[in-house]
Each structure stands twice: as structure tokens, then as C-alpha cells.
């Protein structure tokens, strides 16, 4: 990968912070994401309270829960308690450490390597540093997009949906003409994760602070500033699942690389969303198996959508076949791949004689890289890359 930025990374140091940044990443969000559906669940399980004391204090509903070898009784209340605890828990570091260690890896993969892994020439020729700028631009306008389209539409909450959908779809699309492929999924993802983390710095614990900040000056707290942060709240739910989904991009080259891959992840989200959706209202008591039967039936029939829209698997071109085995041998595919066409043994890689992969496989694999492989996006062709899939995909284990 040649070092586009002057402040490029020393490789090794790159790789520990890769480390370290995706350690904590994952664990933060974990740890975040795990918060959001307890809590999420809780409110959506609260029953009415058992005891007229507690209902005159202001309890709303509680739940009775068996875990960890005890019985919990957890009460939520209409606003605030009577009294402020001594000792009062709260969840903000999940979400501001997972968002940072994002961003991280954000600079220390994306923008310091940006020609690599964020540029694609054939989708847009950036220099390195539009391409970083793009990206941080596009992050801070999600957010404001989104926080405008609340505020707009606080009253109607499916308003609001489809209004939120459409945001995801237009930065989709936006990512999708600026990005490599990979990274374009990866930035929606981005901007989504970013919308998350700012609800919860910018409005839920701001509304938290409010309903302390009442109750110890001795007036009632407005509830609307606790409804809002619930409301976003709620958003953060239904956007955990799309967020992972595009943060597992680097696995899915038979997809990103397609022709309208963003339409194909708007998509994949919406489903994605649905499991929330679905357990959202199983929780509340409503379980309505309609939701996941239609969306295993949209994944069946996504998929089926989009074998057909794949070019016919006949044999490839045999001209175009043997340019593909000019560019085996220049690219040094066989430095880490068996191929015994090619006479190549290599084994950092699968065989290819083993995995006797699908043009569009390889073609997508090539683009985008995938795990250890690295990507070829930026130093092929498009036509180089078609011919060496069509050469891997016409002599693997022939
Ligand atoms: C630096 C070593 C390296 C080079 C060079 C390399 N690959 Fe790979 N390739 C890998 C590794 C490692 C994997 C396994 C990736 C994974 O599954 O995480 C892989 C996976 C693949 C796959 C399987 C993808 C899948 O869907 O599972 C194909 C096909 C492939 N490479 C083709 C090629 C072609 C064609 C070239 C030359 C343009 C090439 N590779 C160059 C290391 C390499």
C-alpha cells in the first residue's frame, strides 16, 4: 500500500493501534448495545406497580426479573423520586467510548491510508485528503440532518421513521458515489453510529441533567425533556442492528461491490431493523410472528433478486480469460494462492483450486479485499480485475 499522506503511519504502529482501537471498539459497543436493549426491554416489560405506596410516589410500572442467581425488582418512575438517591448509575461511557474508538480507527485506517481503503478511482478520483474531508463532513451533516428532522417531526413518530429512512438512503447513495466500496457501507455506518452517540451527548444525558437539576432546585422537572431523551433513546435501539451490519462490510465483497450496493444495504437495514421492531413489541405483549416470516422471506427473496441480476455464468470470454492470467501473474496473486493452472502454490491464502470461486466472487474480493487479503481496487483496472476473475473462475481445478 503506498503511504499517500505525508503523515502517514509507521505499519507496525498502525497495526497496534489497529489493536487496540478495534478491541475497544467492540467491547464499548458491546457493552453500549447491550445497555440499549436491557433498557429498552425494561420499559417495554414494566408492569403496573404492586404496592398503592409506590404508585403514590410517582412509580410508573415495575418488573420483576430472576437473573444471576437472585430476584430483582426494578421500578421506573413517572418523572423523578420524591427524594434524589445518594448513589444514582448512569450510561454515557459505552456510547462516547465506543464513538471515539471508531473515529480512531476512522484516521488510523481510512484517512491516514485513505488512497487504499477509502479511495476507489473509478468511483470518484479524490485526493487523499477530500476523500477524509468527505468523510468527517458527511458524519457532522447526518447529524444535523437528523436532529433538524426530530425536531420538525416530533409529533408523528412514523413521519419521523420514513423521514429517517430517507436520510439513510440519501447518505447511502452519497457514500456510494464518493467511497470505495467497502468503506462507502462503513461510512453509513459511520454516520448512523455518530447519530447515536450524539442523541445520547447532546439530548438524552442533557435531559438527564435537566430532571437532577430540577429536583434539586425544588421544582417539578418538565417532562418533555424526558420524553425527548426517550425518544432518541428508542431511535438508538432501532439503529443498533443497521449500524453492525454495515460495520461487518469487509466480510460481504459478493455485495458491497455491486452495482447498486446502497439501495441492496438500505435494504439489508430495514430488515435489520425489523428484529428490533419485532422484539420491541414482544416485549410490550404483542408478539406478531408476521414480522420476522416477512423478513426471512425478503432475504430469500433479496437474494434470489440478486443471483438473476448477476451476469450469466457461462463461460467467460476466453480473450478476456487470457489477459486475466497476465494479470495473475503481475498482480503476485500467486505469492499467496494455489493455482495450479497458473503453476502458483502459495498458501496464505485459501487455495483457489479448493474454493473454485465464482467470477463475481473473485471480482468482488479483488475490489474490495477481504480479512488479510489486501485490495486491488486502486492499482487495477476494472477490465484487469473482470479478466482475472474470469481467469480464476475458468481454470480453478479444471
Ligand atoms: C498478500 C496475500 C494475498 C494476495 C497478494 C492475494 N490474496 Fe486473495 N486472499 C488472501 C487471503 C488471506 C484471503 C482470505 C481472506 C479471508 O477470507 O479473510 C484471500 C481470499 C481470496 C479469495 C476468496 C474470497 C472469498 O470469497 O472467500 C479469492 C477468490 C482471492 N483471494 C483471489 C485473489 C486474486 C485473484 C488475487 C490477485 C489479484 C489475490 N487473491 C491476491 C491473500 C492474498
Known sequence: MSAALPL????????????????????????WIGTSFYFVLLDQSLRPVEKAE???????GELWEVHGGGFYRVQKYRVAP????????????????????GFGLLIVLYYLEASATLIDPR???LEPWQAAASSIA???AAWVAYDVLCRLLARSDWALGVAVLALTAVAAWASSELFAPRAAW????????TIMAANVFFVIIPAHRELIRAKEAGREPDPAAGIRGKQRSVHNNYLTLPVLLTMLAGHFAFLVTRDRAWLILVALMVLAASVRLFYNLRHGGRTIWAIPVAAAVAVVALAVALDEDEPS?????PALAARGATVFASAGCGGCHTLAAA??????????????PSASRVQGVVTAGKGAMPSFGAELTGDEIAAVAAYVSSVADR
Do not use: C
Open 8 to 31: 502517514a503511519l509507521d505499519p507496525y504502529l498502525r497495526d497496534w493501534l489497529d489493536l487496540l482501537l478495534r478491541v475497544l471498539h467492540v467491547i464499548a459497543a458491546i457493552a
Open 54 to 60: 409506590d404508585a403514590a410516589d410517582g412509580v410508573a
Open 82 to 101: 420524591p427524594r434524589l438517591p445518594d448513589h444514582l448509575a448512569w450510561f454515557k461511557w459505552e456510547a462516547y467510548a465506543t464513538w471515539l474508538s
Open 123 to 125: 468511483v470518484a478520483d
Open 138 to 140: 458527511l458524519l457532522a
Open 186 to 193: 462503513l461510512q453509513v455506518g459511520a454516520m448512523l453510529g
Open 313 to 317: 455464468s457461462g463461460a467467460p470470454d
Open 343 to 356: 503453476d502458483a502454490s502459495g498458501n496464505v491464502g485459501p487455495s483457489l483450486d479448493a474454493l473454485r
